[in-house]
């Protein structure tokens, strides 16, 4: 199974919004409501902010949106603050019952 | 909301089998709310899905390591286990396990993570 694809870094500066993509085929982000997305700071363990496409854990900052439209889902980063620098993984489950994650993105507030 | 810890060598040798080990605190790895699995990352690179087994011990892997790889339970200590099998140096990465809610995609309670490398 390949990697989604993921733009390697997005960059924004402090309040504006950014969007991270991430893309994948009709055999998993496009043909399942089952996208995450993941926040990894250095050294840390990665962290969910969105599952199931839209939702939000509970304690997640509603600054964190997701979106998905055909084979490619999106996470919104509202408000960008100084502590959103940091790693981004998506996730999909696939039709071979597996899971793929994304490529990484690497978001830098300026 | 459970715990988790990973315990194992931190070494192996090539084409030697890994080992590790996750300790679920919390809660029983019986609940039906929970998966368990396993994920890995390369130093500097990015999130590698390994597997999961279910609640009543059924299981999926990464094809690319399916050959190699067997995720179990152990009921009586609470806890559930990685074997790699014929590591190579490219098997070395930080080993997380988590847990995943049944029926969703959120993979919502992590590790520490632990350090494995392959050398000789």
Known sequence: ?110 | QVQLQESGPGLVKPSQTLSLTCTVSGDSVTNTYYHWSWIRQPPGQGLEWIGYITYSGGSSYNPSLKSRVTISLDTSKNQFSLNLRYVTAADTAVYYCTSVTTGTSEYGDWGQGTLVTVSS
């Open chain 1, 1 to 110: 199974q390949s990697a989604l694809t993921q733009p390697a870094s997005v960059s924004g500066s402090p309040g504006q919004s950014i969007t991270i993509s991430c893309t994948g085929t009709s055999s998993d982000v496009g043909g399942y409501n089952y996208v995450s997305w993941y926040v990894q700071h250095p050294g840390k363990a990665p962290k969910v902010i969105i599952y199931d496409v839209t939702i939000r854990p509970s304690g997640v900052s509603n600054r964190f949106s997701g979106y998905k439209s055909g084979n490619t889902a999106s996470l919104t980063i509202s408000g960008l603050q100084a502590e959103d620098e940091a790693d981004f993984y998506c996730t999909s489950y696939t039709s071979s019952g597996t899971y793929v994650f994304g490529t990484g993105t690497k978001v830098t507030v300026l």
